[in-house]
């Protein structure tokens, strides 16, 4: 991840507007350690600060067309940018930067390209011909962004909140899967899926179509020119990633590069569970795993500092990137700068623990849309902003847009979880990779109940953060929460503390606005609330808020599925990816 600020018609061109953007920008340098520039035309400024994964050596920024007429800050991947290029014989690019194709097909396409992007991306774009600009953000926002307004008129762009927060007059989250174009003054989305309607699909489920969309979504993800590893929780989402990685790793030139044995990594309190199933399928699939241990004081040492990177008051998100904040420190250490992760699958599939209870196919599918919109605000806030505060990249395959279009489009009736039927969370993934003749995983790994990520690190971890807010927050205070904060007023003294720690670092009413609030059991909707009664009375985010639902314990056994009620076997006979041709 790279980080980008521009400022766009701020009506000052002097020395001194200049060194203010520089010195904005260096607030996000540790998002892109590795290069700074920034480019001036009038009263319009380009900053970035690079982190170098794909062309290290001249891929630096702003990018360029022929003529350096139109000018490009960017952070992302572009994953189709060999097709992108040959698809422009007419061009000339100046780097190997998987971003180069960004301007050159705004030359050929204008503002309409946005949706021949696959990756994930947020870039500003000047054309200096009339000084109009385009900023875009990809499909789901996995990639972080905003926009502020000036005084002056101006129009600001930011990695993150630090990078404008003091300098406009107001700002919010930039849209995904929006553009916004100087020429029409506004925001128009460039990314519609049959999906967002919340229409119900009817596509009947073939588990190998599914495979083989999420295999694909995870090789074309091996595109890198610098050391990379994989975030292994043990889980049953990390660890398909990490089996698919280690499986197709040999045919890519980053093996070539780096070595076809993998590098998976896993972080959590001695004896979570996390760190047992992680290592189990480390040992299966053969890579070099490296397990990371904090302690609870660790964690609570930090919140002031993930608080302030992770931009958010958020309680389930604090509680997930304080150790993905931690674990990210020690693989940036280790010379690593880009790392798949899991993240997406419990919103595409319905896998939080409190999808067991919806009513219907109809109720299950609007839920899992509703989660999949608002992912920006919360995990790939989290994975963005955990990784990015050490100069390290997250890719999350299962938000591939591809594989989306996919799963999304298959009948739900096939995610309902119908425990008399052998049918638990995420069961049409399951299915898909349960491979007689070529297992991905060991079967007890394949059908472990959900660990949410802030649970699976150990459970101690959420008692200790409560228990510490408990000793900076009274009751007299939590009596006073209301008045002092009216909006998304904090119900427990956990969020109150977290309150306190971001108003601290963002005292302005925009940034207390773009954190989302409400109701939520067990990380779902305020919606899904109404599906039990009970759950009123017991709002967590915890995955062990799902009471009647949630098995694990540190004392128990992983959950298992018996033989009796395993599905039916899927076997791929087709040959394994064995050639990429992405870098």
């Known amino acids: 991840m790279c980080g980008i600020l521009a400022v ?324 940036k250490s280790l010379g690593v700068k880009m790392v798949l992760s899991g993240e997406g699958s419990d919103e595409v599939f319905g896998g939080y623990l409190y999808f067991h209870k919806a009513p219907n196919k109809e109720e299950f599918h609007r839920e899992t849309c509703r989660k999949i919109k608002a992912l920006h605000q919360y995990d790939c806030l989290r994975a963005n902003k955990s990784t990015s505060a050490w100069g390290l990249e997250a890719r999350v395959p299962f938000l591939d847009k591809e594989f989306i279009r996919v799963a999304m489009d298959i009948d739900p009736e096939w995610k309902m979880i119908k425990p008399d039927q052998g049918r638990i969370e995420k069961w049409i993934l399951r299915r898909a990779f349960d491979d007689e003749e070529h297992p991905y995983l060991p079967k007890h790994i394949l059908y472990r109940q959900k660990e949410q990520f802030s649970d699976g690190v150990g459970y101690s971890w959420i008692d200790g953060l409560k228990a510490h807010a408990a000793q900076h927050v009274t009751d007299k205070m939590m009596l006073n929460a209301s008045h002092i904060f009216p909006h998304n007023t904090p119900t427990s003294k956990e969020a109150y503390y977290y309150r306190m720690i971001f108003e601290r670092f963002f005292p302005q009413n925009s940034a207390r606005l773009t954190v989302p609030g409400g109701a939520s059991i067990a990380c779902s909707t305020a919606k899904a609330i109404e599906w039990d009664s009970s759950w009123s009375n017991n709002l967590d985010p915890s995955g062990r808020a799902a009471l009647g639902v949630h098995l694990s314990a540190y004392d128990q056994k992983l959950a298992t599925v018996g033989a009796a009620n395993l599905p039916t076997k899927v076997i791929d006979n087709m040959p394994r990816i064995m050639e990429v041709t992405a870098p």
């Open 8 to 331: 766009l018609g701020c009506s000052d061109d002097s020395q001194a507007k200049r060194v203010r953007v520089l010195e904005l920008s260096r607030r996000l340098k540790h998002r892109g350690p590795d290069w700074s520039g920034i480019y001036q035309h009038g009263d319009c400024y380009l900053a970035h600060q690079r982190l170098a994964i794909i062309d290290p050596a001249s891929g630096d920024q702003p990018l360029y067309n022929e003529d350096q007429a139109i000018v490009v800050t960017v952070n992302g991947e572009i994953y189709n940018h060999e097709e992108l290029r040959k698809s422009l014989p007419n061009h000339k690019f100046r780097t190997g930067s998987d971003c180069d194709v960004i301007a050159h097909l705004y030359e050929e396409y204008g503002e309409d390209f946005v949706d021949m992007l696959d990756g994930m991306f947020s870039f500003v774009l000047l054309d200096t011909h009339d000084n109009s600009f385009v900023v875009a953000r990809d499909a789901i926002g996995i990639t972080s962004l905003y926009v502020g307004w000036g005084l002056d008129g101006s129009v600001w762009i930011s990695s993150e909140l630090k990078g404008l927060n003091d300098d406009c007059e107001h700002f919010d989250s930039f849209p995904p899967g929006h553009l916004y174009s100087s020429k029409e003054g506004g925001f128009k989305r460039w990314y519609n899926p049959p999906w967002f309607s919340e229409a119900i699909p009817s596509t009947p489920y073939d588990p190998l179509v599914l495979r083989r969309a999420f295999e694909n979504a995870v090789i074309k993800r091996l595109m890198t020119d610098v050391p990379f590893g994989v975030l292994l929780s043990g889980g049953l989402d990390s660890s398909l990633v990490a089996a698919i990685t280690a499986r197709h790793l040999s045919g890519t030139k980053a093996a070539k590069h780096w070595g076809a044995q993998l590098h998976s990594f896993c972080v959590g309190l001695d004896g979570s569970p996390d760190l047992k199933a992680a290592k189990e399928v480390a040992d299966y699939l053969g890579t070099v795993h490296h397990e990371f241990h904090f302690t609870v004081q660790d964690g609570i040492d930090a919140i002031e500092d993930v608080i302030y990177h992770i931009e958010t008051y958020d309680v389930t998100t604090i509680r997930a990137s304080t150790p993905m904040f931690l674990m990210s420190r020690k693989i």
